[in-house]
């Protein structure tokens, strides 16, 4: 039922660990075999984007090991928002106090990085369960993607400080970061980071696909764009279609909406005409999905966003064809399995590092039996060009510190 790497996993690591395993290399099975191999009968929380859960994979999974070993396992799963409840204080949201019932299980975190910070009322609830679990598995495909700050919450959770503060007054350099006439206290290096590293390396383990897995080529095809009229006059003018982009935020935002609408569509068009193979497009914007929906013509369309949550069911991959699935990168950039497709278009660059990396993996991932070929839209000269440019990095993009060059 297992690969033999993770078999491996399983022999090595602790009752209580990160999975930082890549996207598609098996974490939801390791990790029920991680409960089962240090379980002694308790019930198991599964804690889970609303996605993952509404898609059913984790039902699945037990259920496919319970009949294959002949057992049964008690579990739950809860979506991230459980963790707090409605009620407020201070402005703040109170973490559920139901959670209390959970004490003495062992417990699952599915993509982990949705409790990177351990001050967010989140990461308190997370760090709370986990003080009173048996046991906890992390499991993550980005587990510090953006560095060091990554990892407050597993190094609490862990025990190797007690909370954020510790940890940055040990090892943290410090610089200012300028708004306006204020100066505020940022974060610009780590020091020690030898040591940083061995904590890190003792509660992880961390797998490759393309070293793990046998699995068929990749492409990434950069498809380059002149940048469009309306870009230049909302660089120029801070102001289209009677919104007024006054702010550097609005302005980046503008300026990445309007790019290259037109020939993006144009492409996208013939895209669909010229093939029967599954698409999955990632967007940003409300007006894209509307303005594709329009040009999408003879397919089936399959939608995963902040409103609607469409996927084709499992047991129908292997007939699928000719299909479109627009997935919005905030409520579908992790959690959710793509295999059935092969082509996938990034349509509008995202911001952050951690759901670029997780889109990439949806539809390359183990089960993939067909080659994938990925492609970026990249307007040339172009606020997109400099977003891809920070991806390449492996660093989230910042708006606000482009913009300052640009006026």
């Not at 970061?177 to 974060?187: D, E, H, Q, S």
């Not at 780590?190 to 797998?207: A, C, M, P, Q, R």
């Not at 940003?284 to 995963?304: G, N, P, R, T, W």
Request: proline letters at 3%; hydrophobic letters at 35%.
């Amino acid at each position: 039922m297992l690969y033999k790497f993770q078999k491996k996993i399983l022999d090595e690591i602790d009752p209580s660990y990160l999975l930082a395993m890549d996207t598609g290399t098996g974490k939801t099975l390791t990790a029920i075999h991680h409960y089962a191999k240090w379980s002694d009968g308790e019930p198991l929380l599964i804690v889970a984007p609303p996605q993952k859960i509404n898609e059913g994979g984790w039902e699945r999974d037990i259920q496919m090991f319970c009949d294959y070993y002949g057992v049964s396992i008690e579990f739950e799963q809860l979506s991230y928002g459980k963790l707090f409840n409605g009620r407020t204080r201070n402005g703040k949201r109170e973490i559920n106090k139901s959670l209390d019932r959970y004490k003495g299980w062992h417990i699952i975190f599915d993509e982990a990085h949705y409790i990177k910070n351990p001050t967010s009322e989140r990461g308190k609830a997370a760090l709370k369960i986990m003080s009173y679990a048996t046991n906890f598995c992390l499991l993550t495909a980005t587990p510090a993607s953006n560095g060091w700050e990554d990892t407050f919450t597993y190094m609490i959770a862990f025990r190797y400080f007690k909370n954020k503060k510790e940890m940055t007054n040990e090892f943290a350099e410090w610089g200012t970061m300028y708004l306006g006439t204020r100066n505020i206290p940022k974060i610009s290096g780590w020091k020690n980071e030898d040591i940083l590293e061995s904590y890190y390396n003792s509660y992880t383990v961390s797998i490759n696909k393309n070293e793990a897995l046998d699995l068929p080529p990749l492409i990434i095809k950069d498809v380059p764009f002149k940048k469009s009229v309306e870009y230049a006059r909302i660089l120029k003018d801070r102001v289209f279609n009677e919104i007024d982009y006054d702010t550097a935020p609005k302005l980046a935002h503008g300026l990445r909406q309007y790019a290259n609408v037109k020939d993006k569509l144009d492409y996208i068009s013939m895209l669909c005409e010229g093939t029967k193979n599954n698409i999955v497009i990632f967007y940003y914007y409300q007006s894209e999905l509307e303005a594709l929906k329009k040009i999408i013509k003879d397919k089936k369309i399959f939608e995963v966003n902040g409103h609607v949550s469409s996927l084709p069911k499992k047991e129908s991959w292997p007939q699928l064809k000719n299909t479109v699935t627009l997935i919005q990168y905030m409520a579908g950039s992790a959690g959710i399995e793509l295999q059935y497709a092969n082509e996938v278009v990034f349509y509008t660059p995202t911001y952050s590092y951690q759901d670029y990396s997780q889109a990439m993996g949806r539809a390359y991932r183990n089960g993939q039996t067909r080659k994938v070929t990925m492609y970026r839209f990249i307007t040339k000269n172009t606020i997109e060009q400099a977003i891809y440019q920070a991806l390449e990095n492996k660093e989230d993009f910042s708006e606000n510190l482009y913009m300052k060059t640009k006026m």
